[in-house]
């Protein structure tokens, strides 16, 4: 079985059950050995914010140590992101291995009448998952109610109800008061964690005896047990802070909002309980750190500042009153309002709660359940709910027009579903990825990993060996580029998976340089986002591109080690003194260099962290030595506070290995705007028990780095001043470091200058060299980064690493002359020596 043939089968299934109770999940489960029984679970429901304390949960636990699986819904684009183990989602190959165990299970209940659901499907694919990988907790965000939703099969350590409003009456009941009854039935082994209020509260105390209560300061009736309280909006983070009985925590948020503050008070509850059961250390450090690198996309999602861009798939009017209150922190001069929205909500009351636009722009989502554009536009324009009122289409052309119209000063707030935000979202995160296709083979490997079916890699794979690039579009919108290309005498190839709700499917289009150019000439007059699409493939594939501002940009630049740290793996302790540093710097600086790299800390296996101070201490005294030498200064650290410090003595580019792990990078980013390269990691220092399963190595970890290349462009810096690293040997096998060393060139997919550090590596242990020490392999693999398109080589030995780069350049070179003489003209070369 095929991904697309497994994923085709879970979205087959029935929306919604046929009857009430968990015997159809259970059944599943049962089938599977019951994976729920081995799992320590933290399950969390309530009527809004559920997923957002989720995140915080999960992403507490692992800053704690823990291996944490998430599971939540819906997704965004892709199925598996409901599913994820230590913030990956769960591989192609588990999905499909998971639906040939239950197929048959599901095909034979189907036929009594009884068949899963395609929530319960994916609920259990959870917990199988999540028991497979031998996870310590597991962390459920409900779907819908508490009762009977399927994820009630767990007997959860810990559990939450966040809050309560009215929302599916005709399944949880008719007040607040009885759909709080049904959401209390999370209740577990711990006592319940909850932010409601008045009588939803009262339900909940009549259901569970033991409550922890989580709210603000000064709200109404008893002092809770957990305050909350929200102390404002510094840069894109909210100040939080969280009292407890005995316990206390200062933290900002990357998810704004007043509303978040009650989200991490409960997220926090649910953190200490699990660490206590579990006999497990929370320092206070740690559930700050937790509760601030939580990130859950489209939720109050800033994704521009300049003017101020923001998606939130708030759909009623109470969430959408949350976002205006959230929105009101920012100062702007005009609003231009996206809104699209699903026929059954309350638009009018949706179209009260938000703050009055401008301009408001309506559109309709890609969803059969979405309302017109027509219908929403009059919502607007009754009762002076808007200025002008703009009747758009597709919810990509909507967003394109709102942003065009928008002054720098302005804000771009677009709502009403998540299918909107998810379909706008593809603006910032869809993936060109540039193929090198050179035989059948290779043509056969890039259909597959867009799902396409056999019969459609049988048919295309002799027609794609010329210029292929892969992207991710609407349904629609493939169809266009499909049809297109096709009348230009190109092809298209698209995937074969049947997606729920019209999400994104990958295409690869494969053509000539000059059918390419014909098709965005094409593209730029047509609708559905295709402009917008077209504006990226260019980019893509170098048609058109802006010249270069810095060194990496227009040839492969070479970024050289200082390490001033007494355990690195190649050189330390070798340059701790000053001078011997500098004389080093020099040397560096005399054959050729472009970036030095100065490192405090190093990221080994088995390395002990450093102090930050001791960092700064080794760090900054080098980084003021060699400042006045005619080269970038990088540092590699993974804390903010010494990436501040090296900044103010003179450092150019930030290096972080752990992709910006620490929330106050961000902010260091915003403030300093210096180029900065994220890594790819999953651990750092490396642990090399961590084993970390992969599909497709390379497409995994250009989908893992896209998430962590937008938290920098949402702290200003522009994709040309944001270097991705692969990471080669932080969670990868020796082959897979190959495989990503291979097809370097893929992750110019995410638009950002890519950097490979291999120097020395021990994946050169596979061609006969010793680890730790290959120079050898690390000179023949600089070369070979160079020929794929690597745009920056970290090495330890730069004058032959220098010549390896200049030498996979030398058909196209881009380098100045090596000498004087090579500038009067070709001479001939004397080759009798050789022979």
């Known amino acids: 079985m095929e991904y697309h043939e497994a994923a085709n089968f879970l979205f087959d299934l029935r929306r919604y059950p046929s009857r009430e109770g968990l015997d159809a999940t259970r059944a599943l489960c049962e089938q599977l050995g019951n994976p729920q029984d081995d799992l320590v679970c933290v399950q969390v429901a309530g009527s809004n914010g559920k997923g957002s304390t989720a995140r915080m949960v999960e992403r507490t636990l692992r800053e704690a140590g823990f291996d944490v699986g998430l599971f939540t819904s819906p997704h965004l684009s892709d199925l598996r992101e409901r599913v994820r183990i230590d913030g990956r989602k769960v591989t ?14 599901a095909l034979a209940a189907a036929a009594e009448g009884d068949c899963p659901t395609f929530f319960e499907a994916t609920t259990v694919l959870a917990l199988w998952a999540f028991a497979r990988a031998e996870v310590d907790v597991a962390v459920l965000e409900v779907g819908i109610g508490g009762r009977y939703d399927a994820t009630s099969v767990v007997d959860p350590l810990a559990s939450a109800v966040t809050s309560v409003t009215l929302e599916h009456t005709a399944l949880l009941g008719d007040t607040v008061a009885e759909i709080a009854r049904d959401k209390a039935q999370v209740a577990g082994r711990s006592p319940l964690v909850t932010a409601a209020t008045d009588d939803a509260l009262a339900a909940v105390r009549d259901e569970v005896a033991e409550v922890v209560t989580v709210g603000a300061d000064g709200s109404e009736g008893d002092p809770p047990d957990v305050r909350a309280t929200y102390e404002g909006r510094e840069g894109l983070t909210g100040r939080v802070r969280l009292d407890g009985p005995d316990w206390s925590v200062d933290t900002r948020l990357s998810q704004l909002g007043a509303h978040q503050a009650e989200n991490a008070g409960v997220a926090a509850v649910l953190v200490r309980q699990v660490a206590d059961a579990l006999d497990t250390p929370l320092p206070d450090h740690v559930l700050e750190r937790g509760l601030a690198g939580a990130h859950w996309p489209g939720r109050f ?14 759909h009623n009017p109470g969430s959408c009153e949350t976002v205006a209150a959230t929105l009101a922190e920012f100062d702007y001069d005009d609003l231009h309002l996206v809104v699209g929205a699903m026929s059954d909500k309350d638009h009018a009351g949706m179209a009260d709660a938000l703050p009055r636009a401008d301009h408001v722009y309506t559109c309709r989502a890609d969803v059969d359940r979405a309302e017109s554009p027509e219908a929403l536009a009059r919502v607007f324009r009754a009762g002076d709910r808007a200025g002008a009122v703009h009747v758009g289409g597709n919810v990509s052309d909507a967003l394109a027009r709102a942003r065009e119209a928008a002054g720098p000063d302005d804000a771009v707030l677009l709502t009403g579903s998540l299918y909107a935000v998810a379909e706008a979202r593809e603006v910032w995160v869809r993936p060109e990825i540039p193929k090198r296709v050179t035989d059948l083979d290779e043509a056969r490997a890039v259909l597959e990993s867009a799902d396409v079916t056999e019969a459609g890699v049988w048919r295309m794979r002799g027609k794609s060996v010329h210029r292929v690039v892969k992207t991710r579009v609407s349904p629609r919108q493939a169809q266009y580029l499909k049809e297109e290309m096709l009348s230009l005498g190109g092809e298209c190839a698209t995937s074969g998976l049947s997606t729920q709700d019209h999400e994104p499917v990958d295409v690869v289009l494969m053509g000539t340089l000059a059918q390419f150019k014909r098709l965005f000439g094409k593209l730029d007059d047509q609708p559905f986002g295709l402009r917008q699409v077209a504006e990226r493939l260019r980019e893509t594939l170098g048609i058109g591109v802006d010249p270069p501002q810095y060194p990496w940009e227009s040839r492969t630049a070479v970024m050289g080690i200082i390490n001033v740290t007494p355990d690195s793996f190649h050189d330390g302790g070798e340059y701790d003194a000053l001078d011997e540093a500098r004389a080093r710097a020099e040397a560096m600086v005399d ?34 030595a060699v400042a006045d030498l005619d080269t970038l200064v990088s540092v590699d650290t993974r804390k903010a506070a010494v990436a501040r410090a090296a900044l103010d003595a003179g450092a150019d580019v930030i290096n972080d290995v752990t992709g910006l792990d620490d929330p106050g990078m961000r902010e260091v980013l915003a403030e300093y705007q210096p180029p900065t390269v994220v890594m790819h990691s999953i651990d750092a220092p490396v642990d090399p028990s961590v084993d970390v399963e992969y599909d497709d190595v390379v497409e995994d970890v250009v989908e893992q780095l896209r998430e962590r290349v937008l938290l920098a462009e949402k702290a200003g810096l522009d994709r040309s001043r944001i270097l991705v690293d692969p990471g080669l040997g932080f969670g990868k096998s020796k082959r897979e470091n190959f495989e990503l060393l291979s097809r370097l060139d893929e992750f110019h997919a995410l638009g950002c200058p890519v950097l490979v550090g291999h120097s020395h590596k021990s994946m050169f242990s596979l061609v006969g060299e010793e680890s730790g020490d290959a120079p050898s392999a690390t000179v023949a693999a600089s070369a070979l980064a160079a020929d ?3 745009d920056v080589v970290r090495v330890h030995d730069v004058p032959e690493n220098v010549v390896a780069v200049r030498t996979a350049h030398a058909l196209d070179p881009p380098w100045p002359p090596a000498d004087s003489a090579s500038e009067t003209g070709p001479e001939r070369s004397d080759d009798s020596s050789d022979e």
């Open 591 to 624: 054959a050729g260099v472009d970036i030095l790299d100065v490192g405090g800390e190093s990221t080994r296996p088995g390395a002990d962290p450093v102090p930050v101070d001791e960092e700064i201490s080794r760090v900054v005294p080098l980084v003021e």
């Open 788 to 790: 794929r398109g690597a």
């Open 92 to 105: 192609k190959a588990a999905t499909v291995e998971y639906v040939e165990a239950v197929r048959e299970h």
């Open 301 to 314: 999602e800033v994704m521009e500042r300049s003017p101020l861009t923001v998606l939130d798939g708030a």
